[in-house]
């Protein structure tokens, strides 16, 4: 979730507001930006997105030279990350799971549509409309990574709902849909040594953090752990 910066002067111009199961969900656009906005929190806008493309290449690095490997996005949101992914032919499978379905359409042929089109009809590709931390709990699928990106990081959730993915019960299940030896990632607005901790009491390996210069103010982070195997 990128943090906007080079603010026009004039207020920003709501293009789609809609209400949803998890509250009020808003496309704006400011000047040559367009933002998402979630029950009035400024979650990310188009202004760089520097450090959603890193939360996909650090979790491929860590993943060494594994073969096709597939991962599991965590947020659509403006698009960056799914982007990045599919112009990235190392990757297999690509799966973004998606709650808001006002996000969904802004890209299917709305607003956003040209930063992910391409990323869209890529056959790796698929969209999967339902919550994250449901998706987490409940499939039997398996993934080689999973890239977290559907809040503003471990202590600044969207929803109270999202605070038991960075859990160690949430913890125990992201490891439970990775497979052996791979890679969760997990973005944030700033770092959290907490949360490095949970991860290590979670059975997680080779924790760190990497931080992403931005513009201004502190950098942001992906924090990184792997599942034993």
Same mark, same amino acid.
């Given at each position: 979730?990128?943090?906007?910066?080079?603010?026009?002067?004039?207020?920003?111009?709501?293009?789609?507001?809609?209400?949803?199961?998890?509250?009020? #969900? +808003?496309?704006?656009?400011?000047?040559?930006?367009?933002?998402?906005? @979630?029950?009035?929190?400024? $979650?990310?806008?188009?202004?760089?997105?520097?450090?959603?493309?890193?939360? +996909?290449?650090?979790?491929?690095?860590? $993943?060494?030279?594994?073969?096709?490997?597939?991962?599991?996005?965590?947020?659509?949101?403006?698009?960056?990350? $799914? @982007?990045?992914?599919?112009?990235?032919?190392?990757?297999?499978?690509?799966?973004?799971?998606?709650?808001?379905?006002?996000?969904?359409?802004?890209?299917?042929?709305?607003?956003?549509?040209?930063?992910?089109?391409?990323?869209?009809?890529?056959?790796?590709?698929?969209?999967?409309?339902?919550?994250?931390?449901?998706? #987490?709990?409940?499939?039997?699928?398996?993934?080689?990574?999973?890239?977290?990106?559907?809040?503003?990081?471990?202590?600044?959730? #969207?929803?109270?709902?999202?605070?038991?993915?960075?859990?160690?019960?949430?913890? @125990?299940?992201?490891?439970?849909?990775?497979?052996?030896?791979? +890679? $969760? @990632?997990?973005?944030?607005?700033?770092?959290?040594?907490?949360?490095?901790?949970?991860?290590?009491?979670?059975?997680?390996?080779? +924790?760190?953090?990497?931080?992403?210069?931005?513009?201004?103010?502190?950098?942001?982070?992906?924090?990184?752990?792997?599942?034993?195997?």
């Amino acid at each position: 979730m990128a943090t906007s910066y080079d603010i026009p002067d004039t207020p920003p111009e709501v293009l789609d507001r809609r209400e949803g199961p998890h509250g009020e #969900v +808003v496309l704006r656009r400011h000047g040559a930006l367009l933002q998402i906005v @979630a029950n009035g929190c400024f $979650l990310m806008d188009t202004s760089d997105g520097r450090s959603e493309r890193r939360l +996909v290449d650090a979790a491929l690095d860590a $993943l060494g030279g594994r073969a096709r490997p597939s991962v599991l996005i965590g947020g659509l949101g403006v698009g960056f990350s $799914l @982007a990045h992914a599919a112009e990235n032919p190392r990757w297999g499978r690509i799966t973004v799971v998606e709650r808001e379905a006002a996000i969904i359409d802004w890209h299917l042929g709305g607003p956003l549509s040209a930063l992910s089109s391409r990323a869209l009809a890529d056959p790796r590709t698929e969209i999967l409309k339902t919550d994250l931390v449901a998706f #987490v709990n409940e499939t039997s699928d398996t993934f080689d990574a999973l890239c977290l990106d559907v809040d503003n990081g471990p202590d600044w959730t #969207v929803t109270e709902g999202n605070r038991g993915l960075y859990s160690p019960d949430g913890l @125990a299940n992201c490891a439970r849909v990775l497979r052996p030896g791979g +890679v $969760l @990632a997990v973005w944030s607005a700033k770092p959290s040594p907490e949360f490095e901790g949970t991860l290590r009491n979670a059975g997680f390996q080779r +924790v760190r953090t990497e931080e992403i210069p931005v513009a201004r103010g502190v950098p942001d982070v992906v924090h990184l752990a792997v599942r034993p195997g």
